[in-house]
């Protein structure tokens, strides 16, 4: 190696702390699960045990510089406990991974699932409106008659569920991917990878399928699955 070349190194500095710092009073339930961030940095998913994802915007600061920061936007309850009555099985509500999907015709969604639901959320803006220009008391003549004018007086961040995909896994899911086509996906548990449709949730197809005839014979497991970057065609 020659003596002009120099290695670089990544030189990391702390940035921000996101959250509510709450020491020794953090319950169980509030420790964080799954983070992820929208494909061009602007937001930041944090999904916790508790089933629950909290929304963080990036806002310009001119006394930050070019550092990101980010600040609370809205929450919204991704996922709730339930039980499998058939294996008479507990599914809890803890967020095991969280993935935005490409911010296509101004729209911003993402996938979130725990051990056996992925669920795909859409983010948007609910404006509240105000009347205004009505009229108070009797109307003697048409020309008191007046058309009642909407006005934006605030706006609130919401997520709305568009759809489930679920009793596609026997086993717990423990990764999704989202496709570079986006419309698909892949979800995967233990032993099997499915690919699905953003758009029907009722069908998936499984891609990989690990378990033998006799399950004494497993030999490995699936951990995690992921689309090849820019290769749709790759997992």
């Known amino acids: 190696m020659s003596s002009n070349t120099h290695e670089l190194s990544a030189q990391w500095s702390f940035s921000q702390t996101i959250g509510d710092d709450n020491g020794d009073q953090d319950k169980e339930q509030d420790y964080i699960s799954a983070v992820a961030f929208s ?12 089933g629950k994802i909290w929304i963080h915007q990036e806002r310009q600061d001119k006394q930050i510089g070019v550092k990101r920061h980010y600040e609370h936007y809205t929450y919204f309850q991704s996922h709730k406990h339930d039980i499998d009555y058939l294996k008479s099985q507990y599914i809890a ?18 996938l979130s699932t725990n051990d056996k639901t992925i669920k795909l959320w859409k983010m948007f803006t609910h404006f ?14 048409i020309s008191q008659v007046r058309i009642p004018q909407l006005t934006d007086v605030d706006s609130v961040p919401a997520c709305s569920l568009k759809c489930s995909f679920a009793n596609a896994h026997i086993y717990h899911i423990n990764s999704i991917s989202l496709c570079t086509d986006h419309e698909t996906f892949i979800s995967s548990d233990d032993l099997r990878i499915n690919m699905w449709n953003l758009t029907v949730p009722n069908i998936s ?15 490995e497991v699936i951990t995690s699955a992921q689309y090849v970057q820019h290769i749709s065609s790759l997992i």
């Open 39 to 50: 494909p061009n940095g602007a937001y930041v998913a944090v999904g916790n045990r508790s």
């Open 205 to 219: 197809f499984n891609m990989v399928d690990l378990r033998p005839d006799n399950m004494d014979d497993l030999t």
């Open 128 to 141: 509240m409106h105000n009347s205004t220009n009505l009229h108070s008391g009797f109307i003697s003549d």
């Open 93 to 110: 509500e803890k967020i095991n991974m969280i993935r935005w999907c490409p911010n296509v015709h101004k729209s911003q969604m993402l």
